[in-house]
């Protein structure tokens, strides 16, 4: 009697499962996927979809990582769904794509056989590393759909690296920025990722482990982790009945106090996106920070107080070869103010204690360097052009430290730096990388320094800033909203990790775009009389940009452009410190 009730029972089991989907082979669980679930409860797709149909709907389910991608397995056929094993490497296209049925010698001669082609427009890829990498192109991929033997159509050949439209990878990934520090101070750097946003639960330990695998390819060199290679989850990160996010680290029980409470900061604000609980952070079973073991947002000091113009720095401009105040239109004192230089462009130190200035001067452009308010040094830099300088950050509270970054006639980047006797002194930045795309007439950097914004030919660039002890590059550039931006004049930074850009674009003159480009945000134009040749932005502060109608505002990008209030003479342009 037990083994026929055990029989029955397994009868019973097979039929209860018969509608499910096969299963790839037991596979390891990266810490990415803790919690996910393997065996979603998926309905079959309906009956009998057409080929064009069930590649669409294969396509839209790519989406959805959880279980394996089971909801994309669920358009292959038996042999492929055990055999499929996509990369972490995903194409993101358009939402608006086609599925046709291949012509000519593309299309097999059985009638049980048919090529599906899937054509749109990529807008970049998201990498092994899980951050998004602009590319826009055409798209185009071609699968075999086959009859099965129940009359079905399944797919054969899925592809290694999926492809999902914009919609539904954003419907089912969530940005997180991960936190980094730049390389020579405790200003923080976010580095932006997608992780899968289900199951909710599992969202922290997929944060933890990006973050233990430190920075992005393109960041690699710009920023620094105060977490040791050996660093480690010793556990799962997990959720307590008393409401705390356990975080259980290993291998970073030897780092000093100090290196402990950067750690400590980095894991607070990277998981500050996918959770509101209280943050234990343990190591080897201990409080990671002596006397801190239970970690609220508010409990992290601020990491960006280098990076960020003081509240009394109100903005300057540039207005008939003088500097006036953003505040009251009032010239600035001291000579830059009074008209003693020609000056054709300039930036403040962020601290706003420093001026530089591009000089016109008979017939071609030289930077002086100086206090505000004060005398402005020349500085043995000259050429036909010189783009608005842009100030490094400071690396220490006192402000002495400084650098100065231009470009000389389009093709030269040089960094000025100060010399311990009190002048400046240039040298080469190593921009091949980014000179290939072309000439380069604007270039901002980050106000955390990692990071440097440029418009090159018309188009949109973010590259990373890569220091060793003997050259400063600028490495990986990538170009922002390529096919769907172009005309860029002026860039600005909004953020630490967004741009605000003037185009001679009449539908859109101002453009937001988050430094990986994965979208593109047009200000409302209304009132503004293109092209807007100049624009600045800080954190916390009103956009401000300039057309031919003088100075307009605005701080958001559904908002109307208000008349700036102290806009002076023609051919303004406004800037904020950085």
Request: charged share 15%; hydrophobic share 40%; proline share 9%.
């Amino acid at each position: 009697m037990v083994r026929l009730l055990a029989a029955l029972v397994g009868v019973l089991l097979v039929a209860g499962c018969a509608t499910l989907p096969d299963e790839s082979q037991p596979a390891a669980v990266p810490q990415q996927e803790l919690g996910q679930i393997t065996n979603p409860d998926l309905q079959q797709p309906p009956h009998d979809l057409d080929p064009l149909t069930i590649v669409r709907d294969f396509v839209r389910a790519s989406a959805q990582p959880i279980g394996n991608n089971a909801a994309a397995r669920m358009y292959l056929d038996d042999v492929a769904v055990k055999q499929w094993q996509p990369s972490k490497v995903m194409n993101v296209i358009e939402d608006q794509f086609n599925t046709v049925y291949a012509t000519g010698g593309d299309q097999p001669a059985g009638p049980n056989d048919v090529v599906v082609v899937v054509r749109g427009t990529a807008l970049g890829t998201l990498d092994a590393d899980s951050s998004f990498i602009p590319s826009r192109s055409t798209y185009e991929l071609k699968l075999l759909v086959r009859k099965q033997p129940d009359g079905q159509w399944r797919i054969v050949n899925p592809p290694a690296g999926m492809v999902v439209p914009y919609s539904d990878f954003t419907a089912n990934y969530v940005r997180v920025p991960i936190y980094f520090f730049a390389p020579d101070s405790t200003t923080i750097v976010p580095d932006l990722r997608y992780v899968a946003g289900k199951p909710q639960s599992g969202l922290p330990a997929r944060v933890m482990s990006l973050l233990l695998a430190g920075p992005s390819d393109q960041l690699v060199g710009a920023v620094r982790s105060p977490l040791p290679e050996d660093a480690a989850i010793e556990g799962n990160v997990v959720n307590t009945p008393d409401g705390a996010l356990v975080v259980p680290l290993a291998g970073v029980g030897d780092q000093t106090p100090e290196a402990k409470k950067l750690i400590a900061a980095q894991i607070v604000l990277s998981l500050q996106a996918v959770t509101t609980n209280r943050i234990r952070l343990l190591s080897d079973g201990v409080p990671l920070v002596g006397g801190h073991e239970d970690w609220l947002f508010t409990d992290v000091p601020s990491y960006t107080s280098l990076a960020s113009p003081s509240a009394d720095q109100a903005g300057l401009m540039t207005s008939g070869g003088r500097i006036r105040s953003l505040a009251d239109g009032a010239p600035i004192p001291g000579p830059a103010g009074q008209g003693n230089y020609q000056v054709a462009s300039a930036a403040q130190s962020i601290d706003g204690k420093q001026l530089a200035i591009v000089e016109n001067l008979g017939g071609r452009q030289q930077l002086r360097i100086g206090p505000f308010g004060g005398q402005a040094q020349p500085v043995d830099l000259f050429g036909g052009t010189l783009t608005r300088p842009t100030w490094r950050p400071t690396t220490t509270a006192d402000g002495t430290a400084g650098e100065v970054w231009t470009v000389v006639d389009g093709q030269s980047v040089v960094r000025v730096a100060r010399t311990p006797d009190g002048g400046w002194t240039g040298q080469a930045v190593n921009a091949e990388e980014v000179l290939a795309v072309g000439s380069i007439s604007a270039l901002r950097l980050s106000r955390d320094g990692a990071r440097a914004a440029l418009v090159v030919n018309g188009q949109l660039l973010v590259a990373s800033v890569v220091r060793t002890q003997d050259s400063v590059t600028l490495r990986s550039p990538r170009i922002l909203g390529a096919g769907a931006l172009s005309g860029v004049v002026d860039v600005d930074w909004l953020s630490q990790d967004s741009l605000v850009a003037a185009t001679t674009m009449p539908s859109q003159p101002v453009v937001k775009v988050p430094i990986d480009g994965l979208r593109l945000d047009a200000f409302n134009s209304s009132n503004l009389t293109p092209p807007v040749y100049a624009i600045t932005a800080a954190p916390g502060r009103p956009i401000v940009v300039a057309d031919s109608g003088g100075l307009w505002t605005a701080s958001d990008v559904g908002e109307v452009w208000r008349p700036h209030p102290h806009s002076v003479g023609s051919h303004v342009a406004p800037f904020y410190p950085g």
